[in-house]
């Protein structure tokens, strides 16, 4: 007898179904009141985990398609996925201030309709020819740009070592700027969303909701693109050489320092400040994102930015293990590129979280000599007359807060507007128009439901029972993606005499559903066999034997969602990533020539997704939509909840790219615009593929007539 299936799974945080362990229980992998040992089961992944584990790959080749799957898991966790539009930045450039050897003016633009950034422009007072520019973003210190540590804690950073000047120990932010301009640059230093001068906004407020994560809106996208924005203003400049641009920022400025230079070729140089670790990878609602870092840490996002140079500064903080938990793994990369002396990080331990003289003089150094300067001379930190912070804001009685500034209610509603009409002009109408939209929402459905840049796709299935009945043979075992840890119980029932196809049927209530009371297959399930085919099924996370173990879904970060599923899969995720295991394994097995699947029950709605991802490993797919809309979703909590799920045109604009999978969905709304069922009709239109809509629910009859002619 053939004996079927590799298989392959996931991750995350979940709920439970309820269902009856029939007497006969013939479907159990595992011992009775004994539940899988499934890693999934253990405490969830949290931004302050001690460790945040990342391998990097061992090739060149494998590098840079892991480095386009993390690049594209950015930009779509922070809703840049397509970019939006740049609109004209209008800048206002005002109130130059004179300090001698650099002046200083006040900027600001829209980076966006309606939503300004603000913050000083430093030059250098006489420069021959264009000049390095420099991009400062925002840290989380008091009031930002603004920032004056007060004489104590000033007299304390020259005690210390940290400072040498009262000016740069208590104006360390102005002192970066002014060491920048002297070194010959120039700077841009703007600030975060909801402090200093951009205050329409709150900081931590108006992004953390539960119709913020289905459509990806939240505050690191939205600094992320400020930044971006703000870069595209530097390079205006007149005065600015293009081809020696340089990044850096502290803290959250660090995780804003990568992030942009992760995603935008532009920079030449970056570095960002007590920032990147395998420890906390940021504590702020602007540093973090759902899916942002599935299997992942800081150092794979910083290290998208090699072989461009780029150093790192530690200190006593969660950077302190930076040169021995981190620095190796980014070597490791840029060594893939014959350059591993591009990259540096030196910890100062002496120093708590900051970006003092020491740390600065390291960047100057660096900026210095890859912006190709040849001034050591202004390395050395000077002394310099501060700017009093009052002095330094943007808007007066001259420059007042535009008037069509937003609000976070008003902002979000423009970006509502926006997505929906990207989405709209992405409706497939032809062949070309279909890979067009696979091309964006390809990548956004694998991001969204699990599938890992850097996990392994091999397939692990452990034979755990094998007994023949009649005319079949029952293997039951359980199975999961190598080194994953995880054990999601399966049942095989392989017939006697198999015709090449495999039936990947799943339901709400696992895999007990192909067996009757009696202990023997359903009706169904008999006809099935009896036409030759392969019948699997599983308990994907949290139903079936799941059951059995003690474990309770953790709650979701009701503050902002983004915190639990920035680093764990949603439920559903999980869910949908076993179905694509499981598919992956039947595909996989050398007699099957054709694979179906079924989604009955609860299991409907995750089963047409699974069939987006698996798209080219389907013939046909079955299953029961249950009406379902992610419109109606709206507790955190909720096990349906998929971060992005109204982003890319609902449950059917996911599950369009599954075509030219011949594809039958029961319990499909009678609106066309519901779920995005008119994008799927079109994307099946545009494949000339086979789409059959039911408004009625699927039934195990139903299903039989579908894959038994």
């Known amino acids: 007898m053939p004996r079927p299936l590799r298989i392959v799974v996931a991750l995350a945080a979940l709920w439970a179904s309820s269902s009856i362990v029939r007497a006969q229980d013939v479907s159990r992998v595992f011992p009775e009141n004994q539940g899988p ?35 594209e898991q950015v930009l779509i966790s922070c809703g840049l996925w397509p970019m939006p539009e740049k609109t004209p930045l209008d800048p206002v450039i005002h109130g130059r201030i004179d300090r001698g050897d650099y002046i200083v003016e006040k900027v600001y633009f829209a980076s966006r309709p309606g939503h300004y950034v603000t913050g000083n422009l430093y030059r250098p007072k006489e420069a021959d020819g264009a000049i390095p520019g420099v991009l400062c973003p925002h840290g989380h210190w008091p009031n930002g740009r603004f920032y004056d540590a007060g004489p104590e804690n000033a007299a304390q950073q020259i005690q210390s070592g940290a400072e040498e000047y009262m000016s740069g120990a208590r104006f360390p932010l102005q002192a970066r700027m002014v060491q920048l301009a002297r070194l010959g640059c120039v700077v841009f230093h703007y600030d975060m969303v909801g402090y200093a001068d951009s205050n329409v906004i709150d900081h931590r407020a108006g992004f953390n909701d539960v119709e913020a994560e289905l ?39 660090g995780t804003q320092t990568f992030m942009l230079c992760a ?15 395998t420890a906390m990878q940021g504590g702020c609602v602007c540093e973090n994102a759902s899916c942002l870092r599935h299997d992942i840490n800081n150092i794979a996002l910083a290290a998208l930015f090699a072989p461009r140079p780029m150093a790192l500064s ?3 903080d969660w950077t302190i293990d930076i040169e021995t938990k981190g620095l190796p793994e980014l070597k ?30 390291m960047m100057l150094a660096w900026f210095n000599e890859h912006l190709g300067l040849d001034n050591d001379a202004a390395t050395d930190q000077s002394d ?145 066999l009896n036409a030759g085919r392969i019948v699997i099924s599983a308990d994907v996370f949290l139903t079936g034997e799941f059951e059995n173990t003690a474990y309770k879904r953790p709650s979701v970060d009701a503050n902002y969602p983004g915190y ?53 490993k389907l013939t046909s797919a079955t299953v029961d939509l249950l009406g379902f809309t992610f419109g109606d979703v709206t507790e ?38 519901a779920s995005g069922i008119d994008v799927l009709r079109a994307a099946y239109q545009a494949a000339d593929a086979e789409l059959q809509l039911e408004s009625s629910s699927l039934t195990p009859a139903a299903v039989v007539k579908r894959l038994v002619p």
């Open 564 to 616: 639990t599923f920035g680093y764990n899969r949603p439920l559903l995720s999980e869910r949908v990533r076993d179905i694509t295991t499981i598919i992956a394994g039947a595909a996989g097995h050398e007699d099957v020539e054709r694979v179906h699947l079924v989604g009955t029950g609860a299991a409907g709605p995750w089963t047409l997704l699974a069939a987006a991802v698996s798209r080219e």
């Open 636 to 673: 955190p909590d909720d096990p349906m909840l998929l971060p992005g799920g109204l982003r890319y045109g609902d449950i059917g604009g996911l599950a369009a790219i599954a075509a030219p999978c011949r594809l039958t969905a029961f319990g499909a709304p009678s609106d066309s615009g």
């Open 215 to 253: 459509r990806i809106q939240n505050k690191l996208g939205l600094q992320t693109w400020n930044s971006i924005r703000a870069l595209d203003f530097l390079l205006s400049l007149p005065d600015v050489d293009t081809d020696r641009i340089g990044v850096t920022g502290a803290s959250g400025g």
């Open 332 to 361: 490791q990369v840029y060594s893939l590129y014959d350059q591993p002396g591009l990259v540096n990080a030196v910890c100062y331990p002496q120093f708590q979280h900051n970006y003092n003289q020491v740390a600065r003089e």
């Open 263 to 277: 995603i935008d070729e532009r920079p030449d140089i970056a570095f960002p400040a007590v920032m990147v670790s």
């Open 384 to 528: 310099f007359w501060p700017i009093p912070p009052e002095q330094l804001s943007v808007f007066d009685e001259d420059h007042p807060v535009p008037g069509d500034a937003k609000t976070a209610a008003e902002l979000r509603a423009a970006m509502t507007a926006e997505q929906e009409e990207q989405f709209a002009a992405l409706m497939p109408e032809s062949a070309d128009e279909l890979e067009s939209y696979r091309e964006i929402v390809g990548p956004a459905v694998d991001v969204l439901l699990g599938e890992s840049p850097s996990g392994s796709n091999a397939i692990e299935f452990t034979i755990r029972d094998e007994t023949q009945v009649d005319s079949y043979q029952l293997i039951k075992g359980h199975c999961g993606r190598a080194g994953s840890g995880e054990q999601i119980p399966v049942v095989v029932l392989v017939p006697s005499e198999f015709q090449g196809d495999a039936v990947v049927w799943i339901d709400g209530a696992g895999k007990s559903h192909l067996f009757g009371e009696d202990g023997t297959p359903t009706e169904q399930v008999r006809e099935l």
């Open 37 to 71: 040992g499934d890693a999934r089961l253990s405490e969830p992944r949290n931004l302050r985990d001690a460790y945040h584990p990342w391998a990097p790959p061992a090739t060149l080749d494998n590098w840079q398609a892991e480095s386009q799957q993390i690049r």
């Open 314 to 316: 530690g200190a006593d």
